[in-house]
């Protein structure tokens, strides 16, 4: 996504904008709706009382990263593969209810996330998060800045880390900000964005992790799932790649990948979701679908875009003409010019 911060005086304060919402006025729920269609598909559900509708928002930019809280009345929001090719998908966020639940759909498992415990969604994946109502401090992350320190992250979307000493830090420098952001200065702004960027890295830290079910000899799933990664545009990838590479047994290989359907689909799967970042991503330069889909290794485009659509209901060229629309409109995480109407900055006094 194209999180572009605000132009501001490096000798100044950092950027701070709040807004209000209210049913019945101009700024009601379908304003809000505008508001975050950045980053999620917003909707009242079913049941809920629309005109009991309210919501109260303020933003932080900071180099990197933005935080953010928000008190909004029940609430669904969803990000769909339309969404994300049409809107961008440069962003991860954490996001820690100060109070109350909210249920986490990802990766076709919902879970039920509980005040304090901080949840991982990867805008570059379709998610579903629904609560009776909002109160929390969301943090918005550039992937690139997250993948210099955590480079494998297809695993982060929906990832909960429990209430720790690790996710208790990360929430304390959240509030930190949103109550001295007011008065931060950018230069100290770099250094509280690098700090809060190692924090995030380190409460992701077990998805690198060994799992404990591999015995002391046994092939680590996370580095071959990393080595996949970083060979995706290679043709030579297949299991006989990565039997050579760690030397291990077909039949090792085979049972690591058992419960992903197997190692051939997984590196498909892989390789289709590296070809939707890259064709939904607004920074990228556009690329021809037939030379993606020959370095991704398949035989022919048409076969491509059969698979491609069937992972993601959209062809290729759906994907990528719904992002070159974003880019011309500019869409960037809650400071295009659609949401910019609703911020009022927030004064140091």
Not at 67 to 81: D, E, H, I, N, Y
Not at 198 to 217: D, M, Q, T, Y
Request: glycine share 6%; aromatic share 8%.
């Amino acid at each position: 996504m194209n999180a572009r911060q605000p132009d501001v005086d490096p000798a100044g304060l950092i950027e701070c904008y709040a807004a209000r919402f209210r049913a019945g006025g101009r700024d009601d729920a379908a304003a809000y709706a505008r508001f975050v269609m950045a980053a999620f598909d917003f909707e009242i559900p079913a049941g809920a009382a629309p005109e009991a509708f309210a919501a109260d928002s303020g933003l932080f930019f900071l180099p990197d990263v933005t935080v953010s809280w928000s008190r909004v009345t029940a609430s669904r929001f969803t990000r769909t593969t339309r969404t994300i090719a049409a809107r961008g998908t440069d962003q991860v966020l954490v996001v820690c209810y100060r109070d109350g639940w909210f249920d986490l759909t990802a990766g076709g498992t919902t879970r039920r996330v509980a005040a304090g415990e901080l949840a991982f969604v990867d805008l570059s994946q379709e998610i579903v998060i629904e609560a009776p109502r909002v109160d929390n401090l969301s943090l918005a992350i550039s992937r690139r800045r997250l993948e210099s320190m955590m480079p494998h992250l297809d695993g982060a979307n929906g990832f909960v880390r429990p209430v720790d000493a690790l996710s208790k830090m990360l929430r304390g420098m959240m509030e930190d900000i949103v109550a001295l952001g007011p008065t931060m200065p950018v230069v100290d702004a770099r250094g509280i964005a690098d700090a809060t960027l190692r924090l995030v890295a380190a409460c992701l830290e077990p998805l690198a992790r060994p799992s404990s079910a591999a015995g002391r000899n046994s092939v680590s799933l996370v580095a071959v799932r990393a080595f996949v990664e970083q060979h995706l545009l290679d043709p030579a990838l297949g299991p006989q790649a990565l039997i050579d590479a760690f030397g291990t047994t077909r039949s090792t290989l085979y049972r690591l990948f058992e419960p992903m359907g197997g190692v051939t689909a997984y590196i498909a799967q892989r390789r289709l979701h590296h070809a939707f970042r890259l064709l939904s991503d607004t920074r990228q330069p556009r690329v021809r679908i037939s030379r993606l889909a020959a370095e991704l290794g398949f035989s022919h485009p048409s076969a491509f875009t059969r698979a491609f659509k069937e992972t993601f209901g959209l062809s290729p060229k759906a994907v990528q003409a719904l992002a070159r629309h974003s880019r011309e409109r500019d869409v960037q995480l809650m400071i295009s010019s659609e949401p910019m109407q609703y911020l009022r900055p927030i004064g140091a006094g």
